[in-house]
């Protein structure tokens, strides 16, 4: 049972370690490392609008074999995608250069100076697919990787434990900073001095200022906490060092190392046009052909 209960806290969090059983879960760390790599190499060369969808919606996939509910998903994406309809808003009106041979799709309003440009909108929905395959894909990541198993898992390609030790550090204070920035601001509204008393730009600073003051100066307390621990455990006094538990590659992830290849040769040899396979055709002249 407290097991249980630690594992529903860790939902709560971004990027923290929600332990589980799934495909994902079994999976060796490195193997879902290629797979971020390959993905994001991928992501950047797309251009096409309809691809880049088609490659959220494998991802989307790959959330439910991970067991991750879509209303956590969309609790832990609901600030980003906020940030995102704000984003295509300002970059369809301000992203765009001006030219000739530009393609106006319509005028907002009926006016002349009011110009819905096909090249901001492309740019625009592109990025915001961009960003959200990417943080999604570190979701699915993060939910279903233990920390101490990335960090055993680099051991064993031989990386000094040194900086392993230190990059898992690194990770496992993402859900912290998380956190203590909750705390505090649970203890600012505690003593009322919460969002709702925010009614002025002035005060709204104030209580921002504060909550990012108070929130690095427990992190950076707990840091030197943490630096101090390891001197006084002579951490990093022998070159090598014996760990109790061994991440080894297995069968699972041969298979699913050589489908990410195979995809990702697949997706390049389909952009370089080296496959008898017709291009897919453009949003632009899809939206046309319909209305």
Excluded: W
């Amino acid at each position: 049972m407290p097991n249980k209960n630690k594992a529903l806290d860790h939902k709560k969090y971004l990027f923290a370690y929600v332990p589980g059983n799934s495909l994902i879960h079994k999976l060796n760390p490195i193997s879902k490392i290629i797979f971020l790599v390959l993905l994001t190499i991928i992501t950047f060369m797309v251009k096409s609008l309809i691809l880049l969808t088609i490659i959220f919606i494998a991802i989307l996939g790959l959330v439910l074999v991970s067991k991750i509910s879509f209303k956590n998903l969309f609790r832990k994406l609901k600030f980003i995608i906020i940030l995102l309809c704000f984003s295509v808003i300002l970059n369809i009106f301000f992203n765009a250069i001006p030219s000739g041979n530009e393609t106006v799709i319509f005028y907002l309003f009926n006016l002349s100076f009011l110009p819905i440009r096909r090249l901001a909108v492309y740019y625009a929905l592109k990025a915001s697919l961009i960003i959200l395959i990417l943080f999604t894909s570190t979701i699915i990541y993060s939910n279903t990787t233990s920390p101490k198993d990335f960090l055993y898992s680099l051991i064993r390609l031989k990386v000094p434990y040194r900086y392993c030790f230190s990059l898992m550090v690194g990770i496992r204070y993402i859900p912290l900073i998380e956190q203590e920035a909750k705390t505090i601001a649970l203890a600012q509204r505690a003593r009322g001095f919460g969002l709702e008393k925010a009614n002025s730009v002035k005060k709204a600073y104030k209580l921002i200022f504060e909550r990012l003051v108070a929130t690095l100066i427990s992190i950076l307390r707990k840091g030197h906490i943490t630096s101090i621990s390891m001197e006084n455990r002579c951490f990093g006094i022998h070159k090598k060092r014996t760990n109790l538990k061994i991440i080894k590659f297995r069968l699972i992830d041969g298979v699913f190392i050589f489908f990410c290849i195979f995809a990702f040769s697949f997706f390049i040899l389909y952009l370089l046009q080296s496959l008898p396979i017709p291009p897919l055709p453009s949003l632009y002249h899809l939206f046309l052909t319909i209305f």
